[in-house]
């Protein structure tokens, strides 16, 4: 009985064949291929997460990094590799939109190795060999949500969950990036919980800019007027034909200037913050006009 007992409250780890075919599935997919910097940030991020795996105490490998730096394309790249060899390692966000398109398009098996912040409130002490958390200013106070059984809530921190969880833990992270107001990650919050856990802490930088045709003066311009950085892109000079920056009389020119550009064949796209409300759809399945500005009304 003893024997049944330490069997039926033990976890699970995927079998070899699970973690090669997510593996290769990964690694067969030209969307994650490494390019330049993010090569050289792979070779030292594996290297990290390998060897801790086998040294005493927990680590913790911060990688610091804008957007279009890569961190996720990284992140990937190195699980795929660490499954192939035999460690059982998961990736995890605080994104559901972005992890089930990324289940999607690696397969229905991957989740097992996919996952969200909150999966680990009943994870076993280092159940998992290297957890690698993307968008790590995305982690939350707890766990729990509106949704959690009164029974179920943890009154663990879920930065605790994770690093109990895990023998090396890697962190992806841009502390400029902030979704919603109970999302607390930043670097200074990392580092002040491996202290808790007595965990060694190694940190990198991304720098090289993969989006916005690589054009370093853009973001800094952007950085600079939005006021996150002080640098030398104060002017956005206008006669590079790269970019179009305008600042438009009304939310219906902004849509009907980008009509104009998807009728030339360019594609086209209007985002919004959280400055509405987010409402489910209504009965028929229609989506609610939640963004009202003056006369313009979209869901």
Sequence with gaps: MDVLKEIEQSHFRPSKKLMDHIGQTIKGNSSYILLDEQLIAYDRIFAAARDGYH????RMIIIRGGPGTGKSVIAL?????????????HYATGSRAFTESLRKTIGTRSQAQIKYFNSYTEAMNEEIDVLLCDESHRIRISS????????DRSKEAQIDELLKASKVSVFFIDDRQIVRPNEIG???????????FQATVEEYELDAQFRCNGSSDYINWINNTLGLEQNANVLWKTSDSS???RIMASP????????KRIEEGFTGRITAGFCWPWSDPDEH???IEDVVINDYRRP
Excluded: C, P, W
């Excluded at 930043?186 to 808790?196: C, D, G, I, N, Q």
């Design 55 to 58: 040294q005493k105490n927990k």
């Design 77 to 89: 790249n190195v699980m795929a590799d660490l499954l192939l060899k035999g460690y059982n390692a």
């Design 144 to 151: 729990a949500n509106r949704f959690t059984k009164k029974e």
């Design 186 to 196: 930043s670097v200074a919050y990392l580092k002040e919980a491996a202290h808790r």
């Design 243 to 245: 970019f179009d920056f």
């Design 252 to 259: 219906q020119a902004v849509e009907e200037e980008i009509a």
């Design 285 to 287: 399945g229609q989506l």
